[in-house]
T-cell receptor
């Protein structure tokens, strides 16, 4: 079956502009996660959804970052007024409700803020 | 805060050599996952180990979970260029905690 998909694969934006990153999880996976991966920094947890609710937003680095999930499926991560330090690869993962430790990742969106 | 330390950070070897990558923590994990990530791709789940002392084999890859469930190792026999990638370990602290703790990874290059 289809894996996790993300779009766009690459995004170049000017400092100060808003961007939207999309994630389409594996069908039937109720849990969805957003991570950020910067060179040499590993994977940084951003937010977790169970269904449409986000019980844990603790990893969002600032109030410029927000995310939503609709219909228990597609999720959008929005970054407002982008800064150069937002440049990174943004990864989305999904898992079943039961085996949340086995997360399946999408290919990521590489964001470059110029 | 739980941390997972991976070593070595970088490893460059010749095709046919054996290697071991380590993932260590002072914290106990309910399970531990190993992922491989290739350039431009997301991490791909290789294996989950759950029981202390557990050994799992995936072709030429052998994964071991420490008896105390604080550490893990990945051993590759007769490495091939196709094994090149970033190897990440991730720990799950169990219960209702869904958040994985990731190590920073070992970047493996296998030269032909």
């Amino acid at each position: 079956g289809a894996g996790v998909s993300q779009s766009p694969s690459n995004k170049v934006t000017e400092k100060g502009k808003d961007v939207e990153l999309r994630c389409d999880p594996i069908s039937g996976h109720t849990a969805l996660y957003w991570y950020r991966q910067s060179l040499g920094q590993g994977l940084e947890f951003l937010i977790y959804f169970q269904g449409n609710s986000a019980p844990d937003k603790s990893g969002l680095p600032s109030d410029r970052f927000s995310a939503e999930r609709t219909g228990g499926s597609v999720s959008t991560l929005t970054i407002q007024r982008t800064q150069q330090e937002d440049s990174a690869v943004y990864l989305c993962a999904s898992s079943s409700r039961v085996t949340t430790y086995e997360q399946y990742f999408g290919p990521g969106t590489r964001l470059t803020v110029t | 805060t739980q941390l997972l330390e991976q070593s070595p950070q970088f490893l460059s070897i010749q095709e046919g050599e054996n290697l071991t990558v380590y993932c260590n923590s002072s914290s106990v994990f309910s399970s531990l996952q190993w992922y491989r990530q290739e350039p431009g791709e997301g991490p791909v789940l290789l294996v989950t180990v759950v029981t202390g002392g557990e050994v799992k084999k995936l072709k030429r890859l052998t994964f071991q979970f420490g008896d105390a469930r604080k550490d893990s190792s990945l051993h590759i026999t007769a490495a091939q260029p196709g094994d090149t990638g970033l190897y990440l370990c991730a720990g799950d602290s169990g219960g209702s905690n869904y958040k994985l703790t990731f190590g920073k990874g070992t970047l493996l290059t296998v030269n032909p």
